[in-house]
T-cell receptor
Framework: AQSVTQLDSHVSVSEGTPVLLRCNYS??????LFWYVQHPNKGLQLLLK??????LVKGINGFEAEFKKSETSFHLTKPSAHMSDAAEYFC????????????FGAGTRLAVHP | GAVVSQHPSWVICKSGTSVKIECRSL??????MFWYRQFPKQSLMLMAT?????????EQGVEKDKFLINHASLTLSTLTVTSAHPEDSSFYIC???????????FGSGTRLTVV
C-alpha cells in the first residue's frame, strides 16, 4: 500500500524568502513521486516528478525536490518565493511504471506575503 | 503538447437530473483516464479508472450506478452523474496518462452545483 503525508496544511512566507513544503511517503516498493500545484478553481499543473532517476529533481518555476529514501521524504523547495506561487500544492505517490493511479496528499496551502 | 480538455467548466443542475462531464485528450491518445472528486479545501479523491474499450474500475465507496463512466474512444471519457443530489456538488477533475512520456495531464476541472 502507498500513502503520502504532507506535514503542513498551511505555509506562509514573505516574498523573496525560501519555500519549503514537506512531504513524507510510504510505499512497499520504489515509488514514483510528483508535486502538483493548483490555483483556485483550476486544474492541476505538474511541477516535477521523480521516477527513479536522479534524486534531485528540478521542475518548473524554480521549484525542485529531493528524493531521500532513508528519510522517505520528497520535500519541495524554492530559493525565493514569488507572489504568483501562492496556491495549493499536492505531493503525490504512484506505483512505478504504466499508468497507475495517483495517491494524493492532503495538500499544503502556500501563502506569500509582500 | 499533452493537453486535456474538460467540459463544461461549471454546471448548475436541479436535483434528480443527470449531468455529463467530458474529458478529451486533444493531441494524444489516452488509453487510461482517471476521474477525481475534490471537496472545498480538500485533496483529490480518486473515483475511478477509465480504460478505453472496457468497464471502468471504481474505488471503494464510489457508486458505479450513480457515477457512470464511459471511455468509448482513445480521446474521450465521460462521467455522468445520475439523479444528482445536492451532496454531489463538488469539483470533478479528470486526468489522462500520456503515452510515450510517462506522466499524467489534468483537465481544468468541472464545478458541479446541484440545487
Amino acid at each position: 500500500a502507498q500513502s503520502v503525508t504532507q506535514l503542513d496544511s498551511h505555509v506562509s512566507v514573505s516574498e523573496g524568502t525560501p519555500v519549503l513544503l514537506r512531504c513524507n511517503y510510504s510505499s512497499s516498493y520504489s515509488p514514483s513521486l510528483f508535486w502538483y500545484v493548483q490555483h483556485p478553481n483550476k486544474g492541476l499543473q505538474l511541477l516535477l516528478k521523480y521516477t527513479s532517476a536522479a534524486t534531485l529533481v528540478k521542475g518548473i518555476n524554480g521549484f525542485e525536490a529531493e528524493f531521500k529514501k532513508s528519510e522517505t521524504s520528497f520535500h519541495l523547495t524554492k530559493p525565493s518565493a514569488h507572489m504568483s506561487d501562492a496556491a495549493e500544492y499536492f505531493c503525490v505517490v504512484s506505483a512505478p511504471g504504466g499508468y497507475n493511479k495517483l495517491i494524493f496528499g492532503a495538500g499544503t496551502r502556500l501563502a506569500v506575503h509582500p | 503538447g499533452a493537453v486535456v480538455s474538460q467540459h463544461p467548466s461549471w454546471v448548475i443542475c436541479k436535483s434528480g437530473t443527470s449531468v455529463k462531464i467530458e474529458c478529451r485528450s486533444l493531441d494524444f491518445q489516452a488509453t487510461t483516464m482517471f476521474w477525481y472528486r475534490q471537496f472545498p479545501k480538500q485533496s483529490l479523491m480518486l473515483m475511478a479508472t477509465s480504460n478505453e474499450g472496457s468497464k471502468a474500475t471504481y474505488e471503494q465507496g464510489v457508486e458505479k450506478d450513480k457515477f457512470l463512466i464511459n471511455h468509448a474512444s482513445l480521446t474521450l471519457s465521460t462521467l455522468t452523474v445520475t439523479s444528482a443530489h445536492p451532496e454531489d456538488s463538488s469539483f470533478y477533475i479528470c486526468s489522462a496518462g500520456v503515452q510515450g512520456n510517462y506522466g499524467y495531464t489534468f483537465g481544468s476541472g468541472t464545478r458541479l452545483t446541484v440545487v
